[in-house]
């Protein structure tokens, strides 16, 4: 067989840069066969902010930065037949589909079909007392805290079952990022649930284009040490994959960025624990025997991943409520600025005290190696700084008192006048936060409630 499937990718996380799938469509109209072009915009903290804003309005808790990504290509896709899978969904997929539809109204597109899959809310079918019975493999303790969501990664069968319904837009919410991928090499090429090499391999490609940028010269750039031309240009990355899995990795011609065997190697092992078993709901991936070869400029093959039986459990990741954080920042520079930012900082902390503000605190001094520091700042303490640069005082608290919280950044605000001389530039935040945790649960549990939806206007 010599048919090839061409995917790009659109974007790698939520806000990544707006116009990137430009070049990435006008290249894959190009292509002879079939075209799609895949979105990942979506991490766990993600979905638990869009789980409580879909609590306050049954509308919301999709992407917002669906409205960005889409008018710019959304009429180009349809006319050239480029089929787009994305997790626009969320928290709330079907309202993302009746936007999507709202939106090709607005650009005049006609006749755009669009699909949702559902069954990775947990809620929907299981009591939270349910959920909470499983016990946490990773993340905050949530115990005695408020259940927001469970929402499972889905695997890639549920994206190959809406593509088969003949739509142009695939909506999912909690997937895994590969599945945006991978669903549309098993709806095109038929790859069956024992064939876990070709399954491994459609892995692999998913999880090199799921990041965008960073398998092209994003977040790989060191310069001098790693150099890439023309960052603020990149190329985000286009896949061919042909029926026995082989892939093909390259960028749109004129666009900046880099794509090798370095920056493939280092994307293919992002988020990898460990390399010989990728737990994935699909297959278990070992890619002990995968081969990255540079084939041409910018262009580079990767094969031989080997595929074994999936895991019988799925990820569900929990979002518990996470009480609030306050914070606030404040300026000092010129003369002795460090000696009159430590002292700001020890008038917030003896204020705290003052305050009964009793939760951790932590208060640094940014520009003094406070990155790789502790709450109480003692590396910073102990380390030779410029006396007379600039300094910026951080204050945050993480509470469940939403008065706590607003008192600590009402301190250093009150620094203008109360603290040392020459303090500027005051931003202060209150925030409601979402705590996530990881439990297992059984997957016939889940898949016999996952289902691929037509969504219509």
Not at 30 to 48: F, S
Not at 147 to 160: D, E, H, K, Q, T
Not at 438 to 448: A, C, G, H, Y
Request: net charge negative.
């Amino acid at each position: 067989m010599n048919q090839q499937v061409y995917i790009g990718s659109g974007a790698g996380f939520a806000g990544d840069r707006f116009d990137a799938a430009v070049p990435v469509v006008a290249t894959l109209a190009r292509c002879d066969g079939p075209k799609y072009l895949i979105y990942e915009v979506m991490g766990e903290r993600t979905l638990a902010i869009a789980q409580r804003l879909k609590r306050e309005d049954p509308d919301a808790g999709y992407s917002p930065w669906l409205d960005n990504y889409l008018p710019g290509v959304l009429a180009d896709c349809k006319q050239h037949g480029i089929r787009i899978v994305a997790n626009f969904g969320n928290a709330n997929p079907k309202a993302a589909a009746r936007r999507v539809l709202a939106l090709a109204d607005e650009l005049a597109i006609a006749k755009l079909r669009v699909a949702v899959v559902e069954g990775d809310n947990l809620l929907d079918y299981l009591s939270a007392e349910d959920v909470l019975e499983h016990p946490c493999i990773e993340g905050t303790d949530t115990q005695g805290r408020e259940l927001l969501s469970a929402n499972a990664y889905l695997g890639a069968r549920p994206v190959a079952q809406a593509l088969a319904l003949g739509v142009d837009v695939v909506l999912v919410g909690r997937s895994t990022d590969a599945a945006l991928v991978l669903g549309p090499l098993i709806h095109e090429y038929g790859w069956q649930e024992h064939q876990y090499d070709l399954l491994a391999a459609g892995t692999v490609a998913g999880h090199l284009l799921e990041c965008g940028a960073q398998v092209s010269g994003g977040y790989f750039a060191d310069p001098g040490m790693k150099d890439v031309p023309d960052l603020h240009a990149t190329g985000f990355p286009i896949g061919r994959i042909d029926a026995e899995g082989r892939l093909q990795l390259s960028k749109p011609d004129g666009t900046g960025g880099l794509i090798s065997r370095a920056t493939v190697l280092e994307q293919l092992l992002y988020e990898v624990h460990d390399p010989h078993n990728y737990l994935t709901p699909d297959v278990t991936l070992d890619l002990a025997e995968v081969e990255v070869v540079e084939t041409a400029a910018n262009t580079v093959s990767v094969t031989g991943a080997c595929g074994k039986p999936p895991p019988d459990t799925l990820k569900v990741t929990l979002a518990v409520d996470g009480g609030w954080l306050g914070e606030a920042e404040i300026s000092y520079a010129g003369p002795n600025a460090l000696a009159r930012a430590r002292l700001a900082a020890d008038v917030v902390r003896k204020r705290c005290t003052t305050l009964g503000i009793n939760d951790p605190c932590r208060i640094e001094i940014l520009g003094t190696s406070t990155l790789f520091d502790d709450d109480g700042g003692s590396r910073a303490e102990s380390l030779q700084h410029d006396e007379n640069g600039e300094y910026r005082l951080r204050a945050a608290v993480r509470t469940d008192s939403k008065t706590k919280a607003q008192q600590l950044a009402d301190e250093v605000l009150a620094l203008f006048c109360c603290g040392p001389a020459g303090g500027g530039g005051v931003r202060q935040s209150v925030s409601a936060q979402v705590s996530t945790a990881s439990i297992l649960v059984q997957r016939q549990r889940i898949e016999s409630h996952t289902r691929a939806v037509e969504i219509t206007s």
